[in-house]
């Protein structure tokens, strides 16, 4: 079992940058690839950015390429998200969430993190 906590969320202004973190308790983190996710009011929530087992390899949302980066630091379990540019349409939850290998889904999520980005 991994918990997932988040923090660094808040309100910014349209253009400033926020990084998120996500710490994760137990001694497997790092073999769990990792995601940050997003739901805003009256939506579904969407995938963001997603990062494999070494930090090796990262992918993102379209919405969000070239603005946000996705890291991780196996040896302090925490997952990383550095939000750049930001606007007031990426206003939402941010959750964290991690993936067994092999599974087809993210299978723990931590409570989310606010973040709210003013015109």
């Known amino acids: 079992q991994v918990q997932l906590v988040e923090s660094g969320g808040g309100l910014v202004q349209a253009g400033g940058s926020l990084r998120l973190s996500c710490a994760a308790s137990?001694?497997?983190?790092?073999?769990?690839?990792m995601g940050w996710f997003r739901q805003a009011p009256g939506q579904e929530r969407e995938f963001v950015a997603g990062i494999n087992r070494s930090g090796g390899s990262t992918y993102y949302a379209d919405s969000v390429k070239d603005r946000f980066t996705i890291s991780r630091d196996n040896a302090k379990n925490t997952v990383y998200l550095q939000m750049n540019s930001l606007k007031p349409e990426d206003t939402a939850v941010y959750y964290c969430a991690g993936r067994r290998v092999g599974s087809a889904e993210y299978n723990y999520w931590g409570q989310g993190t606010q973040v709210t980005v003013s015109s």
């Open positions: 137990g001694r497997t983190f790092s073999s769990y690839p």
